[in-house]
């Protein structure tokens, strides 16, 4: 098998939800796993000098319609949540806690958390409901409670984050493929001509 799929994303990316729910997929197809890398998009913005892109005049009312009809294109449940945008970093620690301890169903969880989010509109950036969340997927929540404040799982999550900006990561998702960056899900067909062919 060929060297894994990168994917950085924030659970507060509605792109980053679109990609997480077709680029496993689209990966295997071409023989090829992804690494799930959840990031703290705020701190891209920031170096970057950038903000958010629903608070860009002009842009701001476009980007709002084209979240829902690219999730309608690719197929996609979702429904745009009343609060946006909202703090990550106990599902982003929770997931990384987990990928810590080897747990299977890493992926499951972010799903989860995701579609809690994008699909359900659940408020993820409280913890308690982050945990009902975790729970309902069959996770032990009380661990996921103690471990998001563990200091080497903040340590991680700030790690993860500061190494995918020193890899141009300046919003999500942010995929990289054998070493070529491609930003948002709109870059899936790239991608995937990308695997079928081996570069261009």
Known sequence: MSAAIEFYFDFSSPYSYLASELIDEL???????????????????????????????????????????????YGVNFKFPQKFPLATHYAARAYYSLMARSDPRTREFAHAIFRAYWVDGRDISELPIMLKVATETGFDAQALSEAVNMPEIKERLRAETEAAIARGMFGAPYIIVDGEPFWGADRLPQIERWLATGGF
């Open 27 to 73: 990966a295997a197809k071409y023989g090829r796993a992804v690494e799930w890398r959840p990031i703290m998009l705020g701190a891209a913005f920031q170096k970057a000098g950038t903000q958010l892109l629903i608070n860009v005049p002009l842009k701001g009312p476009y980007s709002l319609r084209d979240f829902s009809r690219s999730a309608r294109f």
